[in-house]
């Protein structure tokens, strides 16, 4: 999908050429699930798929919107009109990720008057529904086109922090800040370590190719309906959890206290979602220090590590997502895990860059035996965050 692509469509669309093209990326995580609730750490990197938004200024307060991804022809709304109590529904519901950004725009306050409206054109190759976060690229790409167009000077981390807030409070999805600030803020050859309180960033080399390293992304193509309500119940289980240790969050357990603390919980299940998030912000840290002691393949066992726990004390993976992992190791991966909220979406595999074949064809195989549909899988290494194309 190239940039002209884009733009070509949006002329066909509107009748003149973009002003310009903007891109954001999705995101996997490479290691540190279900802990930006819990202020922890997280390693993220940027998917080489990415969405694209054309886009050009308007003066008559209207926003129009079209995807080349879904079938719902050219949206209009009113700026004035945009009210996270009445956002678009129906089959054109995801004109409430770019709406969503422009409402928080004008909702924060930003000096963006005269504000005039916008036409977007959106088209991508992120799987959308894929746990590779298509909703944050889509929200970073039309936040990056906006704050461009108008001139509104705005931080990485700002612009993260607008797409975040038009999910969380347009779109109504209760997200952490790491989809946004990965799509926002990485680097191309790095993950990008963030600290979940105060937001402090670490560009983390990680060349996968100079190592002779694939990193494997195989989209299970399920979600199962458990995922809303099973977040919302593991979020509260954390915060209950936190508040019962006297602590202001679990990140505040330090991994030399977590058996102590374990012996003061009285409910098993909290105990095991405790040794989920202290175990999986250790890992964290030692998977930082061996990328940046260039021990890449050493990283793998602590990634299935990290599979163990969120299947076992956090219980959030499901049996297509536990296949792909087994048969991945089995195939020869150096390690293997679920990544994002878990139920489905995507899982991720270290391996040698020629057992991709094998690798792929096992776990396809495994799949086929075991009734379920054929997984998409591709091969990834850490790509650049959102930026102007032309
Ligand atoms: P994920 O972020 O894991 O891909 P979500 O459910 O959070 O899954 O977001 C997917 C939704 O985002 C889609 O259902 C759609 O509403 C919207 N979306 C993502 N990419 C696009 C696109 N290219 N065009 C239109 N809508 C999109
Ligand atoms: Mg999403």
């Not at 600290?195 to 983390?204: C, K, S, V």
């Amino acid at each position: 999908m190239t940039a002209t692509r884009t733009a070509d469509a949006f002329r066909r669309l509107y009748g003149s050429a973009p002003e310009g093209v903007w891109a954001a990326p999705g995101r996997v995580n490479l290691i540190g699930e279900h802990t930006d609730y819990n202020d922890g750490f997280c390693l993220p990197f940027a998917l080489p798929q990415r969405t694209q938004v054309a886009a050009s200024r308007r003066t008559d307060g209207m926003l129009r919107l079209h995807s080349a991804d879904v079938p719902s022809g050219v949206l209009t709304l009113r700026l004035a009109e945009l009210d996270p109590a009445r956002p678009p529904q129906g089959p054109d519901g995801w004109a409430r990720y770019p709406a969503g950004v422009l409402w928080a725009l004008l909702d924060a306050g930003l000096p963006v008057s005269p504000l005039g409206g916008a036409d977007l054109h959106v088209s991508s190759d992120v799987p959308a529904g894929a746990g590779l976060s298509s909703s944050a690229a889509l929200e970073v790409a039309t936040a990056l086109a906006l704050t461009d167009l108008y001139g509104i000077p705005v931080t990485r981390t700002e612009l993260a922090a607008l797409a975040r807030r038009a999910e969380n409070a347009y779109v109504g999805v209760p997200c952490g800040v790491m989809d946004q600030t990965a799509s926002a803020c990485a680097t191309a050859g790095h993950a990008l370590h963030l600290d979940t309180r105060g937001l402090a960033q670490q560009h983390i080399p990680f060349d996968c190719a100079a190592a002779g390293l694939r990193l494997l992304v195989i989209d299970t193509r399920v979600k199962h309906d458990l995922a809303d309500g099973a977040y919302a119940e593991r979020r509260a289980s954390c915060h209950e959890a936190a508040a019962a240790l006297g602590l202001p969050a679990l990140r505040d357990l330090p991994y030399a206290d977590l058996d102590a603390a374990l012996a003061r919980l009285g409910d098993p299940v909290q105990r095991r979602r405790v040794r989920h998030v202290v175990t999986e912000n250790e890992r964290v840290v030692r998977v930082e220090e061996l990328l940046r002691a260039g021990r890449l393949r050493e990283a793998g066992p602590l990634l299935t590590e990290g599979h163990a726990s969120l299947r076992d004390d956090y219980e959030v993976s499901c049996p297509e997502l536990d296949l792909a992992v087994a048969t991945a190791e089995a195939a020869g991966a150096y390690g293997a895990r679920m990544t994002g909220g878990g139920f489905g979406g995507s899982a991720l595999a270290l391996i040698d860059a020629d057992a991709e074949a094998a690798v792929s064809g096992a776990v396809t195989q495994a799949f086929a035996r075991a009734g379920h549909r054929p997984p998409r899988i591709t091969a990834a290494a850490p790509a650049a965050g959102a930026h102007r194309l032309e």
